[in-house]
């Protein structure tokens, strides 16, 4: 894994294939995708590249050193045509928790990974209607100190990122089972404190490596 100086910028990239009146080849279209969604030079580096399951999008976490690389790579996936893009500065859960005064123990880069089978995306929009913005740093403040908690003494496979100026953390966390991630919903305290003002979706992932290498040669 190369090391990038400082200062690095991140990103949640979205690509979503959009339909045309002549239809399309889905899973070869991706596959142009894919082949465009990789480390540009030591400007950029892919840290994450998912297929959303039973829709035509992709979503990528992206590292940049350089801004002009990233261009570039959106430049690339523009030339295909017949693509939306979104492109979301995000910063590392971590930093964000002990910008709100987590302890430092719970704030260490992760050193583990997501596993490939049971991937899910939770996006979490927070609002605080009936709050004082205090009240929903300290909310926010236990929310993190659980969920960092629960990666470091249990090993839950968890990968968090907060929107820039926004109050929306993108999830990425493995489950054995659908019904893991609906009791993981109830238990947090961001949710027993302010559910009422959380709008969570949820969406199934593939690794998207997995999905191109599978989806032309696994029989079913």
Request: proline share 4%; hydrophobic share 40%.
């Amino acid at each position: 894994m190369s090391s990038f100086p400082k200062p690095l910028k991140m990103f949640l990239v979205s690509v979503t294939v959009l339909p045309q009146k002549e239809g399309i080849d889905l899973p070869r279209f991706i596959q142009k995708l894919a082949n465009l969604l990789a480390d540009y030079s030591t400007a950029t580096r892919v840290v994450y590249k998912f297929k959303v399951s039973g829709e035509s999008r992709i979503l990528s976490v992206v590292q940049a050193s350089n801004i002009i690389g990233l261009e570039r790579t959106i430049g690339g996936l523009w030339r295909l045509g017949a693509v939306d893009v979104e492109c979301q500065p995000i910063v590392s859960y971590e930093n964000f928790a002990r910008g709100i005064k987590v302890s430092d123990h719970l704030t260490k880069p992760n050193t583990g990974g997501l596993a490939k089978e049971g991937l899910y995306w939770l996006e979490f929009d927070i609002e605080y209607d009936g709050k004082s913005t205090d009240e929903l740093v300290t909310i926010w403040r236990k929310e993190a100190e659980a969920v960092l908690t629960s990666r470091l003494k249990d090993g839950t496979s968890i990968e968090l990122y907060k929107a820039v100026a926004q109050r929306k953390v993108h999830v990425f966390i493995n489950a054995a089972d659908p019904e893991q991630i609906d009791m993981l919903a109830l238990q947090l305290p961001l949710m027993q404190e302010n559910g009422a003002n959380v709008h969570l979706k949820c969406k199934a992932l593939q690794f998207l490596e997995d999905y191109t290498s599978r989806i032309t040669s696994e029989s079913i």
